[in-house]
């Protein structure tokens, strides 16, 4: 019901008068059948009447104001004219008040919208999500879902400060609002993330729109007037029938398919598909050099890699490395620049006599740290 009384709140918003706002409503009526009625009365008047009963009122008040305005000879607004009806012919009001629209739309819209993007909010996505599936299980269409998280958005707070962080929020919201199809809800689903609902709209034609959305958000030179940053989001597309029967799966495999984009180095979007790993991998077969980490470990190992994600590497080796030790590992990126990558033995799998499989997992960030600590353990040495 929410959801309805946002439509028609927002059909007044933009409709030049009543006349206007009276023509475009059968639209609205079309979409969501005779509920809407109900909402008009909930709004103007302060009822709450049977869907059917409040669209039979409806046509009653047209006519009632249309007789009216031939009598006194003038244009008559909508809420007086339902006022009028009501309060003689059918005696419902009997103490009408006139309420200020423009303060009841505020009502309504806090509600419904997200205060700091002016997206709608969860609530009101999470039930326009299953209306949408719904319809869409009735009238056999499509819809598709898009997940969007921004990039390193913790960095962003981090670097410049929440005040900023909360613009970039606002700038990549307009972005999205701005991009999106008159017929797509948008909405913040949680700090830094956003849902796009696209109601009649197969994967393919999704993931075109996502791309585009992706695509400016990268060229956007976002900030305020002292202090500028690049953003980039990743995105999971998921649709439903073609990946989900229901809203709840849909929304599980749309978020899958982030965590997918997010695995294959972010600023890009992944539509889902069944892949049990976080992070889209690689085959690449090229020899590598392993060792456990320190300056002090004398053994160097030659192996071949197998796969690479951005999330870690499974190469075979000659020799094993204990669970949960930590190696460095060097492979052949460019030509003459061997990539040195830091990480944690997570799995070893022996097939065959001095022949195993080395599961390591990565993390930049963790890199950095380890780095950084064995420089430091180093020279803390070297200097005792």
């Known amino acids: 019901m929410d959801s309805v009384r946002t439509a028609v709140l927002e059909c007044r918003i933009q409709s030049s008068n009543d006349t206007e706002l009276i023509s475009n409503l059968p ?22 009447l049977s869907p059917q009963l409040a669209e039979n009122y409806w ?37 009408p008040r006139l309420i200020e629209e423009a303060s009841y739309a505020k009502v309504i819209l806090e509600t419904t919208h997200d205060s700091l993007t002016s997206l709608f909010n969860r609530q009101y996505f999470d039930e326009v999500l299953e209306q949408s599936i719904s319809s869409a299980k009735r009238y056999n269409t499509d819809v598709s879902l898009l997940f969007i998280d921004i990039d390193d958005f913790k960095d962003i707070n981090d670097n410049f400060g929440h005040s900023f962080g ?37 994967n393919i034609n999704g993931l075109i729109l996502a791309e585009r959305i992706r695509s400016k958000i990268e060229k956007l030179d976002a900030g305020n007037d002292d202090q500028r940053t690049s953003v980039t989001i990743s995105g999971g597309l998921a649709s439903f029938p073609l990946n989900s029967k229901n809203s709840s799966e849909l929304l599980l495999r749309a978020d899958s398919a982030l965590y997918l984009a997010k695995g294959a180095g972010k600023n890009n979007v992944s539509a889902f598909k069944e892949e049990k790993r976080r992070y889209l991998r690689v085959k690449y077969k090229e020899p590598v050099k392993a060792k456990e980490l320190g300056f002090d470990s004398p053994n160097t190992f030659s192996g071949t890699s197998k796969d690479i994600c951005i999330g870690g590497i499974l190469f075979e080796n000659s020799a094993s490395f204990p669970i949960g030790s930590r190696i460095q590992v060097s492979l052949p990126i460019h030509q003459g620049s061997p990539l040195l990558l830091i990480g944690t033995v997570v799995r070893v799998e022996a097939f065959g006599d001095n022949q195993y499989d080395i599961g390591m997992t990565i993390s930049f960030k963790e890199m950095e740290k380890i780095a950084n600590h064995e420089i430091a353990s180093f020279l803390q040495n070297k200097l005792a």
Do not use: C, W
Not at 27 to 48: D, M, S, T, W
Not at 65 to 92: C, F, G, K, N, T
Not at 168 to 194: N, P, T
């Open 27 to 48: 639209g609205l009526a079309k979409k969501n059948g005779p509920v809407l009625f109900q909402a008009i009365f909930h709004i103007f008047a302060g009822l709450n």
């Open 166 to 202: 909360d613009i970039v929020l606002q700038q990549v919201a307009q972005v999205i609002a701005e991009e999106k199809r008159d017929s797509d809800v948008a909405a913040r689903y949680g700090g830094e993330e956003f849902v796009l609902l696209m109601p009649h709209t197969e």
């Open 59 to 95: 046509k009653e008040v047209l006519l009632h104001r249309r007789a009216m305005a031939e009598s006194l000879q003038r244009p008559i607004d909508l809420v007086p004219a339902m006022y009028d009806y009501l309060s003689s012919s059918q005696h419902r009001l009997h103490n």
